[in-house]
Every structure is written in C-alpha cells, then in structure tokens.
C-alpha cells in the first residue's frame, strides 16, 4: 500500500538515499584503491622474481662454465705433461733416427758409389 509522503518525509528518504551513494561510492573508491595496491605489489613480486631467477640463473651458468673449465685443464694436464718431457722424447726420437740413418748410410755407402760411378761413366 503507498501512502503520501510529505516534503519533510521526502527530504528525510532523500538525504538516506544520498547518504547510501556516498556510501556506496567510498567503497568503490576504497576498492579501487585496494586492487591498485594488490596489482602494484604483485608487479613489484614479479620484477623480484624475475631479478632473482636472472641472477640464479647467471651463477649456475658461471658454475657450469667453471666446472667444464677444471675438467677441460684436468683433461689437458693429463695429456700433455710438462714440456722438458715432450723435448727430452723429441730428442730421443731425433738421436735414434739419426743413428739409423747414418748406420743404413755406411752400410750402402760403396753401393751408392758404385752406381753413381756406372751411370757417370756409362756409354751408350
């Protein structure tokens, strides 16, 4: 059932109404506020976590890096040992060819004589 409101009534709803927007739109406000703040928070996680998986990441590589380092210089020293051994085994090698060299020289020595001597002198 409606019945009559008068201008004091009317104001009175009025002012309520008026009240309950205000009301309503402090809330909004507030929650506007609210969600800028969870989104500014959540960027600044984010960009802390991204900071923190680059340098993560940036010391696994250096570790890796290193770690492929030492077993390549383990690997290097071990084959290569010191270079007096390298020259000491140069130079037996050298010696003992030589040797052979000048032993297979004197024993054909006449032979290579003798047939430089035939073609020299050889008449055809």
């Known amino acids: 059932m409606l019945r009559y409101m008068g201008p004091v009534e009317m104001a009175a709803v ?7 927007g205000k009301r309503g739109i402090q809330l909004l406000f507030d929650a506007e506020q609210e969600a800028a703040k969870i989104v500014e928070e959540a960027k600044q996680n984010r960009v802390t976590l991204l900071r923190t ?3 993560e990441a940036e010391k696994e590589a250096r570790e ?9 210089q ?8 010191s270079d007096s051994e390298h020259f000491s085994d140069l130079d037996k ?3 003992a060819l030589l040797a052979k060299m000048q032993k297979d020289v004197a ?5 290579v004589i003798d ?3 035939q073609y020299a002198f050889k008449i055809e």
């Open 53 to 55: 998986a680059k340098d």
């Open 93 to 95: 090698k050298r010696e």
């Open 115 to 117: 047939l430089l001597l």
């Open 107 to 111: 024993a054909h020595e006449a032979e």
């Open 74 to 81: 383990s690997e290097v020293a071990k084959y290569s040992g």
């Open 64 to 72: 890796y890096r290193e770690r492929l380092e030492a077993e390549y």
């Open 14 to 20: 009025g002012q309520n109404w008026d009240e309950q």
